[in-house]
């Protein structure tokens, strides 16, 4: 199996690059997120890559970070979900987001990925939602974000990271009896404080 790639960047695409190592040129799929931070044409380059094997194609997927990799891989043993659609999710949202949202099964932050409808969505939160939260998230956001799922949701489509967004929810006090508007403004509150 090709576990990486060194080599010379050749050509850029819209969904990929080729990569040139030792005079022969490997076509690889990547996330967007890769694709911006390759670098310039002729620029040495390293891939964290993927052999993705089917009767018919042979199809190779690079990564800047073994971290992209792992979770590209994870993804992949989801019942129904190609590597295309893992792509697809790495390209629209940063690791710590995607993470985020699947650890806390925030739906409605995974179905805004083209491609991924309601049903694919609860699948993923279903087959991964322990793994992910006990492998990936490093933040107590795991346990408290149960409850402030929504607020969660609420903060990252206004633009805060997954890292800024749980230390927000991490100052909301525990009591569930706040409204979603209420819980939000005491979240919105911690960065007007900063």
């Known amino acids: 199996m090709i576990a990486g790639l060194h080599g010379r960047l050749e050509s850029l695409g819209g969904d990929g690059a ?28 390293h891939l964290y890559t993927h052999l993705h094997l089917r009767e018919d194609n042979a199809t190779l997927y690079g990564f ?10 994870t993804l992949l043993g989801v019942s129904g979900l190609g590597p295309k659609l ?19 099964g925030s739906v409605d932050l995974l179905t805004v990925v083209p491609g991924i409808g309601k049903k694919v969505a609860d699948r993923l939160v279903l087959e991964l939602k322990d793994k992910i939260a006990a492998g990936w998230v490093t933040t107590p956001a795991a346990q408290l974000a149960e409850a402030n799922t929504d607020v969660l949701a609420a903060l990252t489509s206004l633009g805060y990271s997954v890292a800024e967004a749980t230390r927000a929810v991490a100052t909301l006090p525990p009591s569930s009896d706040l409204t979603l508007e209420e819980r939000l403004k005491l979240a919105l509150q911690y960065f007007t404080a900063k």
Request: glycine share 10%.
């Open 18 to 45: 080729i990569i040139n190592v030792g005079g022969i040129g490997f076509r690889v799929y990547m996330p967007t997120s890769t694709l911006s931070s390759l670098g310039k044409i002729g620029d040495e380059v």
């Open 86 to 104: 893992a792509l697809a999710m790495l390209s629209a949202m940063s690791l710590d987001k995607l993470t985020m949202a699947i650890a806390t």
């Open 64 to 73: 800047g970070t073994d971290d992209e990799l792992r979770l590209f891989q």
